[in-house]
């Protein structure tokens, strides 16, 4: 099953605009997360992150919201640039044995800033 | 510069064969890690290591093998290749077992023809 749940394969944005990426999860344990993103032929970089005892947090550009109860949160990029164009995974973290975190992904949107 | 290192960034293998991919980081992490990702799956753990000598298995094990003998260096081997096992290989080190923020190597893409 897919705890976390990245519903958009892709997105497309107009530079300047503000670019919006989602991300929903199943399991309420999750106490930390955080978003990456991936250029092609290369490994995922962390971007962001937030805890669960937060509902904001802003860093640049980049915002990521978290809302517990409805088990979602959202990265906003603003203004979107033609650098951002990547695919954005967000991931969970959850405690797994003992003292280990673990990190569960998602699939992945591809975000395609348009010139 | 600090950070994950793999080897090889390609690989094409027949059915059966074996091979390792190796990973290092100069970070002195004490968790390393390899996933795998495949189109519409996202990243899932194969193994992990929370130091030396200490291993386990993640998402999706079947197939693989590890260890950890010193803290840079945790190698995947795969011993009798199938096609199922055609994907891009990720190795992530961080800080502790604890800690969350993962650094990524540049991925290993192989083919199991």
């Known amino acids: 099953d897919q705890q976390v749940k990245q519903n958009s394969p892709s997105l497309s944005v107009q530079e300047g605009r503000i670019s919006i990426l989602n991300c929903d999860y199943t399991?309420?344990?999750?106490?930390?997360f955080l978003w990456y993103k991936k250029y092609p032929a290369e490994g995922p970089t962390f971007l962001i992150s937030?805890?669960?005892?937060?509902d904001k947090n802003e860093d640049g550009r980049f915002t990521v919201f978290l809302n517990k109860s409805a088990k979602h949160l959202s990265l906003h990029i603003v203004p979107s640039q033609p650098g951002d164009s990547a695919v954005y995974f967000c991931?969970?973290?959850?405690?797994?044995?003992?003292?280990?975190?673990?990190?569960?992904f998602g699939t992945g949107t591809l975000l395609a800033v348009q010139p | 510069n600090a950070g994950v290192t793999q080897t090889p960034k390609f690989q094409v293998l027949k059915t059966g064969q074996s091979m390792t991919l190796q990973c290092a980081q100069d970070?002195?992490?004490?968790?390393m890690s390899w996933y795998r990702q495949d189109p519409g799956m996202g990243l899932r753990l194969i193994h992990y290591?929370?130091?030396?000598?200490?291993?386990d298995q993640g998402e999706v094990p079947n197939g693989y093998n590890v260890s950890r003998s010193t803290t840079e260096d945790f190698p995947l081997r795969l011993l009798s290749a199938a096609p199922s096992q055609t994907s891009v290989y990720f190795c992530?080190?961080?800080?502790?077992?604890?800690?969350?923020?993962?650094?990524f190597g540049a991925g290993s893409r192989l083919t199991v023809l």
């Open positions: 991931a969970a973290s959850v405690e797994y044995g003992g003292a280990t975190n673990k990190l569960i």
């Open positions: 992530a080190s961080r800080r502790g077992p604890g800690a969350n923020v993962l650094t």
């Open positions: 290591s929370v130091g030396a000598g200490i291993t």
């Open positions: 970070m002195n992490h004490e968790y």
């Open positions: 399991n309420s344990m999750f106490d930390y």
């Open positions: 937030i805890s669960s005892i937060k």
